[in-house]
């Protein structure tokens, strides 16, 4: 089952910061996220594997609540190059990604 | 960046001619995928494979075969193509089973139109 992506829009100008939320009817044993620019291929930003567990890359951080079956991605002090589509993956027994969530930063 | 090749990057085809989309890939990986991206959808996965003839049914199957007699290809056929087949189709491939710790890297994609 496909996990759920909210919000599915965020319009950002730059330096604010936003949040990404992503949460499944099933249990979870990780969640991956990527980033997709329009017209490109989707990029890997980071697996969490654990519950609880958070990452960071640069200005982009995640959690992972495996007991509330959820994942957050955290955008601090955006920039221009964030903009694009991200998607949260799930893994079960093979991927599910969400929707997506369309984040553009204005200058 | 993961060495994916997918091709044609662009189709166009009626309805009720096969089509076959070829990915290619340089990293000798195990695991290939095909996923077909849809607004409002996300990436839905469509068949993958683990190996050399071993290959899976995903998410949304139907109407779709694939084959792989090479590690380094991996094909998708329509065997009849219609027009809900219409999409963006993505070839990811990893070395370890989706999810295991083990990132998907992805092609760039071949849109598909079929009218």
């Known amino acids: 089952q496909q996990p759920v992506q909210s919000p599915q829009a965020v319009i950002l100008r730059e330096g604010e910061d936003a949040v990404i939320n992503c949460s499944s009817s099933k249990a979870l044993y990780s969640v991956h996220w990527y980033r997709q620019k329009h017209g490109e291929a989707p990029v890997f930003l980071m697996i969490l594997l654990k519950g609880g567990e958070q990452k960071g890359h640069d200005k982009i951080s995640a959690s992972f609540n495996e007991k509330k079956q959820q994942s957050s991605l955290y955008l601090t002090a955006s920039q221009l190059s964030y903009s694009g589509t991200y998607f949260c993956?799930?893994?079960?027994?093979?991927?599910?990604f969400g929707a997506g969530t369309r984040l553009t930063v204005k200058p | 960046d993961a060495g994916i090749t997918q091709s044609p990057r662009h189709k166009v085809t009626e309805t009720g001619t096969p089509v076959t989309l070829r990915c290619h890939q340089t990293e000798n990986h195990r695991y290939m995928y095909w996923y077909r991206q849809d607004p409002g959808h996300g990436l839905r996965l469509i068949h993958y494979?683990?190996?050399?003839?071993?290959?899976d049914k995903g998410e949304v199957s139907d109407g779709y075969s694939v084959s792989r007699s090479k590690t380094e290809d991996f094909l998708l056929t329509l065997e009849s193509a219609t027009s809900s087949q219409t999409s963006v189709y993505f070839c990811?491939?990893?070395?370890?089973?989706?999810?295991?710790?083990?990132?998907?890297?992805f092609g760039n994609g071949t849109r598909l139109t079929v009218t």
């Open positions: 494979s683990y190996g050399v003839k071993d290959t």
């Open positions: 993956g799930t893994e079960l027994n093979d991927m599910r």
């Open positions: 990811a491939i990893s070395p370890l089973r989706q999810g295991y710790n083990s990132p998907l890297h």
